[in-house]
């Protein structure tokens, strides 16, 4: 073991050894993050499912609230000309 720290060059090899375990390490955390990620999306894909099932009530509300939101400024627009 002694003969492997006089060697040289040795010490480059340990920066590299160790800067390797720092990316491996940043590379680990990275992918955990990207789970997290995935589960979320996996969460909303679900989601959208479920709302797309029942989507025709829910898109005929919408479009009801954006009618009578139109309604109730043009009604302001004409007070204020």
Same mark, same amino acid.
């Given at each position: 073991m002694q003969r492997l720290t006089d060697a040289? =060059?040795?010490?480059? $090899?340990? =920066?590299? $050894?160790?800067?390797?375990?720092?990316r491996v390490d940043e590379l680990q955390r990275r992918v955990r993050g990207l789970?997290? $990620?995935e589960q979320r999306l996996a969460a909303l894909e679900r989601k959208v499912d479920? $709302?797309?099932k029942g989507g025709a009530a829910a898109s005929t509300t919408s479009r009801t609230r954006k009618t009578t939101s139109t309604k109730s400024s043009g009604g302001t627009r004409a007070k204020k000309a």
């Open positions: 040289p =060059g040795a010490e480059r $090899l340990v =920066g590299v $050894l160790n800067a390797t375990r720092d789970e997290e $990620l479920r $709302l797309s």
